[in-house]
Every structure is written in structure tokens, then in C-alpha cells.
């Protein structure tokens, strides 16, 4: 069983940056990630994810602004936030799965089994 913690969450004022961290239990070479966001009263939705071959993907109203990342000799995602600004206001989860060999939506929350508890991201303006 894959256990995923975040850290790094906090508030910061519209313009600032954040970068949170999820740390895995185990081995993160054949997991594609992703970081995921629910602000409330609204569905949970699809913030970047990376594939274990690191090719990335971005929602449309972040691109440009966040950068997902991975290290995984240190079994870590990273999702560095700039220009942050209160829309992006949620809580903040980040997601794993076993790479497969068929396509896939990294931005779908139905393709990802694993999943952290969250980290609260809390933007004023």
C-alpha cells in the first residue's frame, strides 16, 4: 500500500509562492503522479500531473504559473506555485499510480488509486 504525505501548504498574500512536497512510502520510478485541488463547495479537480517518464501536463488555469517536479531518489513530488492568487485557494493532494503502457488522462482523479490526506493552500488577497 502506497502511503503519499504533503507538506507546505500555508497562506500567503496573491502574488506569492509556495512549493509543496509529497513524500512517498515507497519507490516513485514507475508511478505517474499528480497534484490535485479542492477549493470549497466545489468538485475536486486536476492540477498538473507527471508521468514516471516526467512528461508533464498542466490545467489550463495554472499553466504557466505552477511547476510540477519529481525527485525520485528522494521518493518526493513537488508542485512549485508562483503569482499565486486567490482562486487557487483549496486544499492541495497529491496522487500515484503504477505506470501502465496504455495513454491515460493525468488530470483525471479516476485514473489514481493512491492519495494523500492534503496540505490547505490559502490565498488572500
Partial sequence: QVQLV???????????????????SGDTVNYDMGWFRQ??????????????SGITRYA????GRFTISRDNAKNTLYLQMNNLKPED?????????????MPYD????????????????????
Fill in 6 to 24: 504533503e507538506s507546505g501548504g500555508g497562506s500567503v498574500q496573491a502574488g506569492g509562492s509556495l512549493r509543496l512536497s509529497c513524500v512517498a
Fill in 39 to 52: 477549493a470549497p463547495g466545489k468538485e475536486r479537480e486536476g492540477v498538473a500531473g507527471i508521468a514516471s
Fill in 60 to 63: 489550463d488555469s495554472v499553466h
Fill in 89 to 101: 485557494t483549496a486544499m492541495y493532494s497529491c496522487a500515484s499510480r503504477v505506470h501502465g503502457s
Fill in 106 to 125: 493525468a488530470l483525471a482523479l479516476r485514473n489514481y488509486p493512491y492519495w494523500g490526506q492534503g496540505t490547505q493552500v490559502t490565498v488572500s488577497s
